[in-house]
């Protein structure tokens, strides 16, 4: 018997016949008629290799395509606009069954880009894609912004439905942003009460609906709007990125004679690091973030019928853990438009000067459910404060409706040590319940050891020290929420 199989001209073959066991160039003899009765046992057991031979070699990928953004046509200088040779490249490695697409060395200018299912997007080291200044290269089109559809303008760096994306380093995004921070600055002079997306800017990352998402290595900076935004994505990981913007004060508001020059400005408007909006098992490890906004921020959608919004899932199972926080408005911040945020862990960071641990904002105006979230192992260095729990009144729109109920439970902080401007504050609007409060194993000194709080408002303290003082509810400098 001679079972014989053939994988792109290669013979792979199970024989019975005289001679016991041989090999040939192209084939492999197994039995005889003079071999043990066990042979038969052997030639099946063959016959299965073979099969999973096929089945291997079937499944495979395809070579992967590794072609250089250059090889299309982009220039480097960062004087002309290379969009389409960009693009060009990412629909050239898709059509060949997927690879990546290399960013080499030098500056490359371009407006919104799309990536495609298989393929990979990597700035090597010296590789900067600076984004265009020019709207027109941000074709306008429906986008989830600030928890809903509108149509807005696309991310430097766009992906839609797909598995398994990888954006890797260790060159830059550079979003180019001073200009679209100027026009948002003075269109605040003329209007103060402005909302942040009357300036269109672009983000510098947006991602929907993928999965098995690695964004590693990389350097994300001066983006005009929020950095990087993942929205109902599943399975990300966010590893040693580093994400800076401007972090100063922002312009004051003085009228027409303000000097609306671009070195004026050292503070970035709305400049998230990372939104993490309606998306289920994100990890953000060992990264840096240093903006103008909030560090991290998990968001959903907001009004009072925020919780029937079926494009807007819990935000749950977060993991944040080794990283850096040096300048921003709220390490790990809850809204502003957010519904069911559970399930976090952050663990293990550092953070800098002014910035509040947990910054939960508490919407009048939409239903919300923030419940187990676990702080462990924080040094802070004049940090702003541990909580930053409170109302957030910003654009706020009842729509007719009562004013719903917002629910803060199971929110643990441990292991804390270092500096901090003060405590902070910890309450809600009238009708919310924050329960479930609990500080341990924390050692720190504070400039201002007051905790804004309602009266009734419970925490369990167990072995928390402040300026070298037991720390209770009983002996804390405790002011009464307005």
Known sequence: MLLSISINGTFIAASQDAGGVGRHPKTAVVGGPSNPPWSDCIVRSAVFLMAGVVM??????????ELSIVDTGAKAGGEVVCTQAVQQAVEKVASAGGGRVVVP???????????????ELHLAEGAVLLGSTDLADYPKGMTRIEGHFEPWRPALVNAEGLAGVR??????????????????????????KCTNLEVERPRLMYLADCSDVTISGIRLKDSGFWNLHVYKCRDVTIEGVSITAPHGSPPKI???DMPWDEVSIDRAPSSDGIDVDSCQRVTVRGCRISVGDDCIALKGTKGPLAMDDATSPPVEAITITNCDFDSGHGVLTCGSEATIIRNVTLRDCRVGADIPVVRLKLRPDTPQLYENISVDGIRAEDAQAIFDVKPWKQFFDLQGHAPPKSVVRNVSVRNVAGSFRSL???????GDEIEGIALADIDITVASPKLIRNDDQAIECTNVSVN???????????VAAP
């Open 167 to 192: 954006i890797t380093g260790p060159g830059t995004l550079d979003g180019n942003g001073r200009p679209f921070w100027q026009a948002f600055w003075k269109r605040r002079a003329e209007n103060p």
């Open 468 to 478: 070298g003082r037991g720390f209770s509810l009983a002996t804390a400098a405790a």
């Open 254 to 256: 003085t009228g027409a």
């Open 424 to 430: 902070g504050e910890l309450r809600g609007n009238p």
């Open 56 to 65: 291997a070699w079937a499944v495979a990928p395809a070579a992967s395509l």
């Open 105 to 119: 060395n030098g500056v490359f200018l371009t407006g919104a880009i799309t990536l495609r299912q298989g393929v």
